[in-house]
């Protein structure tokens, strides 16, 4: 007899080989596509990642918070403070922690303007329209929780979804369903798309030869339709 738990098992496998197959899609016929895709958000996080850290992480993280569905907001029937926003599903209140931490970027989003003056509906905007700033913010706040738990990914990537205090009432953290779930999509998925694509630590001019080639590919849709 099936028990709930192997129906979960079988449901999430499926999901991921689904996933993987729209991927492989996706990338073998990257001329013909515009970006904007799950994979090529994958590219965008491994590219950002890779200068950050963790770059499989958060792909992986990528997958699991909105499936690379850009403008995703999670818990969108709350006060605005408690969404979360975008590709990587950031809160406002990691955002600012970030901004904080990294006044450069504070400058580069908001110029001439203090943490305190930005809005949370500007954040919010940001977090949803500016994909990059997305990434990086995500990206610095999993490297600050990494730190912060000394190294255990575990620890880190359960503080992703709890928050570090959060954490804390986990007694183990590498058995934890979004630690699981996120473990998945880095081995099942990211791993060997990353393979099939050629991405690795060491090639630094991947994604921005795929993103001029579909800059290139759209350029040319748009000179056809005028």
């Known amino acids: 007899r099936t028990t709930l ?3 979960g098992g079988i449901i999430m496998a499926i999901t991921v080989i689904f ?7 996706t990338f073998a016929h990257a001329d013909q596509r515009s970006a904007h895709t799950p994979a090529y958000y994958l590219a965008k996080v491994f ?3 890779k200068d950050i850290g963790h770059a499989e992480t958060l792909q992986a993280i990528l997958m699991q ?3 690379g569905v850009k403008r995703a907001v999670g818990n969108p029937g709350a006060p605005l403070h408690m969404r979360s926003f975008g590709l990587m599903q950031v809160q406002l209140v990691a955002a600012r922690s970030i901004l904080t931490r990294h006044p450069t970027l504070l400058s580069e989003y908001f110029p001439n303007r203090s943490l305190k003056s930005v809005s949370n509906q500007e954040l ?5 329209d500016n994909d990059d700033a997305n990434i990086i913010i995500a990206s610095h706040h999993f490297k600050l929780y990494y730190d912060l738990s000394h190294g255990n990914w575990a620890r880190a990537v359960a503080a992703y979804n709890v928050g570090i205090g959060g954490v804390k009432r986990i007694a183990n953290p590498a058995a934890f369903p979004y630690v699981k ?12 798309f990353n393979t099939l694509n050629g991405l690795s630590l ?19 849709k748009g000179t056809k339709n005028g």
């Open 181 to 192: 779930a996120v473990q998945r999509w880095k081995s099942n998925t990211v791993r060997p």
């Open 202 to 220: 060491t090639e630094e001019n991947w994604f921005q030869t795929m993103y001029q080639r579909l800059t290139q590919n759209n350029n040319n």
């Open 19 to 25: 996933t993987f197959v729209l991927l492989q899609s």
């Open 47 to 49: 590219e950002i990642g």
């Open 65 to 67: 918070e909105s499936r």
């Open 5 to 7: 738990g192997q129906c």
């Open 124 to 128: 919010a905007n940001l977090l949803l």
